[in-house]
């Protein structure tokens, strides 16, 4: 009985909640010193530092997940937290060390698969997907505020201040943890011994990718994810730094687009989205979203003013509805014992271009010669700086390259997903997989092509 009272969803939120906001706080001071750090190829170097965070979180999340089902969500949630906020400290001490750091926590970053795990452990099936949202939700709350907050104490007391608070921050989130948080897990499903053996089935990365083939609308699914979250995932890490230093935004005009995008995608994912897939439906739901996708990405692409980035984010908000209503799809497709199977797919694959995308948009930003090559000049009367001034002028055809780029990719996930079922019966093709994953991870046996026609012979459907 460690703890305070039984395990809850707010023990999980509240951990989420402090995580997030310290790593808030530091959006400003990071983009100072990233580019103060790598003057001449602050794009290039960016997207390889979060690549490789992104990469070690997707190889190392499902041994973590594995071990946590032997030893316990708790001490693995302490790990996860403890080496996602050891780089913020450094980064007063050693911007060098603070960005090496940043990249090789990736290996214990993946707080959110510990987090759903402990929240699956103590709900029940119908209440699943609620506590998920209220997680989600919790992370994107905290992303509203802290960006601003962390903006004005820099630009009053200094950004060191910044620094001590979110490194106080994160010192009280390992405190919540060891003090407040008890154990999820029940005894009783653990194994009698730590020495307990975990198999390379549970721990390889690509176990829930060798699934993707198996069924023709899970594949169109997983290729309409990997399509469109790749140039999102590469957006996420380059973008408030592309307005920073490109588009001449000041630290408090980035936090300010912060808090209005949240508070716009949290309406969207929630009000709108819920209308929307009443009213046309949840394929339907999903081309809207990417179709909003593409029209963000391409005025982003093409925008080579403050007015047209702020525009470009009250699309970006529309398209965030794209997944949920492409998790609400997959919930759809399989039974309810196929779920984990199905999801798994999808969060890996999304965590493949949590790697692959920051580093393809920080190499597109390099071979575009889209860079700073020397430090941010005072701020000019109109606005932005005299050097952001000179580079827009340089590239006005494309001023973000990498923007564009994504926007082709998202059309390419548009026209697949046209190909999607609105409505199909998987019953059968649940069973079917149920075969495939209890073959022990040899899904290419030599029954496997019968079994795969199988269910579209007695689908009804068609």
Known sequence: ??????????????VIFLEFFAWGL?????????????????????????????????????????????????????????????????????????????????????????????????????????????????????????????????????????????????????????????????????????????????????????????????????????????PEAGQYSSFFLYLRQIMGFSSESVAAFIAVLGILSIIAQTIVLSLLMRSIGNKNTILLGLGFQILQLAWYGFGSEPWMMWAAGAVAAMSSITFPAVSALVSRTADADQQGVVQGMITGIRGLCNGLGPALYGFIFYIFHVELNELPMPESPSGGSVVSQYHLQQNSIIPGPPFLFGACSVLLALLVALFIPEHTNL?????NWKKHCGSHGHPHSPQAPGEAKEPLLQDTNV
Not at 1 to 14: C, K
Not at 33 to 49: D, S
Not at 110 to 117: K, L, P, R
Request: glycine share 6%.
């Open 427 to 431: 019953n059968v093709r649940s069973s």
């Open 26 to 230: 530091l959006t400003a001071p990071t983009l100072v010193v990233l580019h103060e750090t790598f003057p001449k190829h602050t794009f290039l170097m960016n997207g390889l530092i979060q690549g490789v965070k992104g990469l070690l979180s997707f190889l190392s999340a499902p041994l973590i997940g594995a071990l946590s089902d032997v030893w316990g969500r708790k001490s693995f949630l302490l790990l996860t937290v403890f080496f996602t906020c050891a780089p913020i400290p450094l980064m007063k001490i050693s911007p060098w060390w603070y960005f090496a750091v940043i990249s090789v926590s990736g290996v214990f970053a993946v707080t959110f698969s510990v987090v759903f795990a402990y929240v699956a452990d103590i709900t029940q099936e119908h209440e699943r997907s609620m506590a998920y949202g209220l997680v989600s939700a919790t992370f994107a709350a905290s992303l509203v505020t802290s960006p601003a907050i962390g903006a004005y104490l820099g630009r009053v007391y200094g950004d060191s201040l910044v620094v001590v608070l979110a490194t106080a921050i994160a010192l009280l989130d390992i405190c919540f943890i060891l003090v407040a948080v008890p154990e999820s897990l029940p005894e009783k499903m653990r194994p009698a011994s730590w020495g307990a053996p975990i198999s390379w089935e549970q721990a390889d990365p690509f176990a829930s990718l060798k699934k993707v083939g198996q069924d023709t609308v899970v594949l169109l699914i997983c290729i309409t994810v990997f399509l469109s979250y790749l």
């Open 1 to 14: 009985p460690q703890g305070i009272g039984s395990p809850s969803v707010y023990h999980a939120v509240i």
